[in-house]
């Protein structure tokens, strides 16, 4: 490969001050999680039986049927290659499908998730066996045209026939149609459905059916169904989102998900132990996101990193060759902090991850008391990963000029396909809010001088007066670290503070919530960036660390929480912590940090692991073989199958002869 390597990135990777191979192996787990992740993607690039047109020049009927088609074929071929390890399965599906949504996604991700989670053992052996076996297909049917992320206002009705034993679902009004589950459309013929219960006129609320809404025989909608696609979206063109209306549609009682509430045959409803546990599905979901946000960004860095290597442009100096793009000091400051947060939020969603598997173990031993931490948590980090993932890929689009506008960058695609993030599964807003809740409800917990769990204790040390200090050492990640956890501790404070100012004044309690919402997004916010930070930080204390990959991990760290210090300096500002001097000082650490991490720029994208393959990116090539193979790409695209298009003797041609006629 070393011959056809585009000499600029050949160059760079010699210039590093690091093997890439010792940050992959801290990233993905070791050399033997490595192995066998690039295993596993070798499995799924070099069969032929996976490869077909770009799928930017299909319409998207064509991209619905290969995606569908690739789909199923990656199921059959991962029971026979004996894939069954959950992050093995993981891989194997992402180097398949990439960043495309594909049909069965949901059936997968939340699903067989929910049956496992909230199905009994007696529900399971009925339906997550044929799940599993893929002999019915589901998806999950919660978002309504009229509401999303507020549960408690959805409209879809389940109410409790006693005489029957039967439960009849029922859409009262236009906005109470499901609108929006992927794999709706087209292709499931099960769902479980979010539904308001009813018992005896009386609701209590939101809770999980099993229906099934096609026929097994010939896929068509049963009795009193309505289903079908929503049409194109801003991307996500392969899935079949759709739209779902029941008219009086009898389920069995038993079709209700039992594990945690039930309803017993003469009607008495049996409560949870905690409200929460029905959720559990959508946590780990949250915490996937948080990963997926990650990997996502660090794919646009990747491309853009790249591409500013092999690109030259302009003159730096009078005279002199043309330099690469990324020797500007302003394209490393529009990159270097994005790369620095793929990292960070890369860490992030393993820990998370962790804390999900853990938090789970206890859950299912009976422990309830972890669910409100892991609840805030999961929906802070979701949020916040979501945000930067946006900002950060149109960024990198942006940063790789007129050639990031095309396809032929993967990164239109690659943007289309993540930013729902910021929506799906909670909308971002809504996340902090839920997560504000949880920390209000700390704090005031702390004023009693109650104990606090571990992501919140740092509340309980909240100072109320400006802490006078000299000029700080900002490299310090310590100093960093502290100065995140007490800008957290003094927003929540604050928004504490005026929530009760506001209740005060006369308003009740959700208009002085409502009031304050600004400043409770603020200290969320804040509170979710102090865990990035820290747990960045706690990360690099690994002693088997080498330490030619931990001093650039430390670069990256520091680069990290400077940048975010600097953006939000008003906040570290505001009540002295810190000086004006603390963030000159900042500034000109970041310019520091960025030119020491510019020799190391491509080995840390490199680092990332990212097969041509699965990157999509003519820009981001690994040989750096831009210009060539940009050209090839125009040309495949359909329009250029002839010389003179169908539509010059329709229209053009009759329309120029009759303008000259005229002559």
Known sequence: MAATVNPDLRKEREAASFDPEKITNFLYGGPARVARKRELESLALN??????????????????ETQLKKSLLMVTKMKKLGITDTMDRIIYQGAVVGSDAHPLGLHMSMFMPTLQGQATDRQKDKWLKMAENYAIIGTYAQTEMGHGTFLRGLEMTATFDPKSQEFIINTPTLSAWK????????????????????????????????????SLEDHKPLPGVTVGDIGPKFGYAPMDNGFLALNNVRIPRENMLMKHSRVEPDGTYVKPPSSKLVYGTMMLLRAGIVRNCASSLAMAVTIATRY????????????????????????????????????????TGQTMLSIYVKSNSRISAGDISVLPELHALSAGLKALSAWVMNTGMEECRLACGGHGYSHASGLPRLYTNLTPSATYEGENTV???????????????????????????????????????????????????????HRAARLVHEAAVQMRSEIQAGKDQPDAWNATSVDLVKAATAHSQY????????????????????????????????????????????????TGADIRQARRQINSLMA????????????????????????????????????????????????????????????????????
């Open 47 to 64: 069969d032929p039986d996976y490869q077909h047109e770009d799928l930017n020049f299909m319409s998207r009927d064509q991209e619905y």
């Open 531 to 578: 865990f990035v930070v820290k747990n960045f930080a706690e990360r690099l204390t690994d002693p088997t660390l080498d330490s030619s990959i931990s001093d650039v991990l430390t670069r990256l760290c520091r680069l990290h929480a400077l940048h975010g210090l600097v953006t939000n300096s008003g906040d570290f500002l505001e009540d002295g912590y810190l």
């Open 596 to 663: 020491k991490l510019r020799p190391d720029a491509v080995a840390l994208v490199d680092a990332f692991d990212f097969p041509d393959i699965f990157l999509k990116s003519i820009l981001g090539r690994y040989d750096g073989n831009v210009y060539e193979h940009l050209l090839e790409w125009a040309r495949s695209s359909p329009l250029n199958k002839t010389e003179v298009h169908e539509s010059y003797y329709k229209y053009l041609k009759p329309f120029l002869q009759a303008n000259r006629a005229k002559l």
């Open 179 to 214: 609108w929006w589950p992927g794999a709706l459309g087209k292709t499931s013929n099960y769902v479980v459905l979010i539904a308001q219960l009813y018992i005896h006129g009386k609701s209590y609320g939101p809770h999980p059916f099993m229906v099934q809404i096609r």
């Open 431 to 485: 996340m902090m809010l839920q997560t504000a809740r949880y920390l209000i409800k700390s704090y005031n917990q702390s004023q009693r001088g109650e104990k606090l769990a571990d992501s919140v204790a740092y509340l309980s040390g909240v100072q109320q007066v400006p802490v006078a200090g000299r000029t700080k050492n900002m490299l310090d990640l310590g100093i960093l670290c502290d100065a995140y956890r």
């Open 308 to 347: 500013s290597c092999v690109r030259r442009q302009s003159e730096l100096k009078p005279g002199h060759p043309e330099p690469q793009v990324l020797d500007y000091v302003t394209q490393q400051y529009k990159l270097f902090p994005h790369l620095a947060a793929a990292y960070a939020f890369l860490l």
